[in-house]
Each structure stands twice: as structure tokens, then as C-alpha cells.
């Protein structure tokens, strides 16, 4: 359901496409509530995306509308993939971008997985 002031879901985003089999992936997860493949353009050693099976745009809509059991699986899946790569004990980031102001190119709910060396500040300095 599209929450207040968003944008209805886009049924033809890369990621909805992907989950249809319509486009590859390199795989690395899936489960009934998530799939987890290798970012096609890896900012890290490390750069893993997790996307929720269901059509929900950023956290705004899944926050909203995701049952118990979607919410459940999504946030486990994102821990279950970290450590089956092995990012645990060294550390990483998760990271989601939501909206304009975040730089959300796909309207897929996604986590980014960053890993395999240290990962410096939070957010580059501005300029
Ligand atoms: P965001 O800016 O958070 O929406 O990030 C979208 C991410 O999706 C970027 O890091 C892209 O490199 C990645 N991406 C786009 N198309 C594909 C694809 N077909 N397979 C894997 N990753 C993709």
C-alpha cells in the first residue's frame, strides 16, 4: 500500500525484475522473505544488497504495511547474510538509502552489505 506523499511501487524497478527471474543476479541468499545478490557496481570488497521479497519501496512503506512475519524475515535475512560472508568478526556496514535526500536509485527497499576493509567515516565530508 503507498504511504501518504510516496510514490506507488513500481512493478518494472531492476530489483522487482530481478526477483521475477526476468534479469540475472549473482545470487548469494534466498529464503521465503529475502534475496541477497552481489551489487553490480561493488563500492566495496565486499558490496552485498538484501532486498525483502515483498513490493515495498524503502522502510516508510515497509515499516508501515510489511506483516510481523515479512518484517521478521527481512531483518534476519540481512544478519544471516553478513555472516554467512563472513563479516561479522571483521565488521561491516549496513546500509539503506531512502528518498531523494538519500540517493535511492532503486525503488526497491534494499540494505546495502559493505565489508572486507575498514570503511573509514560514516558520511564522506561534504565539498
Ligand atoms: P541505491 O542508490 O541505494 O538505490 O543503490 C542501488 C544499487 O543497486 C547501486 O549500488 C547499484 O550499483 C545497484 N544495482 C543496480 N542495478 C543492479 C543490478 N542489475 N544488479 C545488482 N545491483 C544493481
Aim: hydrophobic share 40%; glycine share 12%.
Amino acid at each position: 500500500m503507498p504511504v501518504s506523499g510516496l510514490p506507488p511501487y513500481d512493478d518494472n524497478n531492476i530489483f522487482a525484475r530481478i526477483l521475477r527471474g526476468e534479469i540475472p543476479c549473482k545470487k548469494v541468499y534466498e529464503d521465503a522473505h529475502a534475496l541477497a545478490f552481489h551489487d553490480i557496481n561493488p563500492q566495496a570488497p565486499v558490496h552485498v544488497l538484501v532486498i525483502p521479497k515483498g513490493k515495498y519501496c524503502s522502510f516508510a512503506d515497509f515499516s508501515a504495511g510489511a506483516s510481523e512475519a515479512e518484517i521478521a524475515g527481512f531483518i534476519r535475512a540481512v544478519g544471516t547474510v553478513a555472516r554467512q560472508l563472513g563479516l561479522e568478526a571483521p565488521g561491516y556496514r549496513a546500509l539503506a538509502n531512502m528518498g531523494a535526500h538519500g540517493g535511492q536509485e532503486v525503488p526497491h527497499l534494499h540494505v546495502h552489505l559493505f565489508g572486507g576493509r575498514p570503511l573509514g567515516r560514516m558520511i564522506p565530508s561534504a565539498g
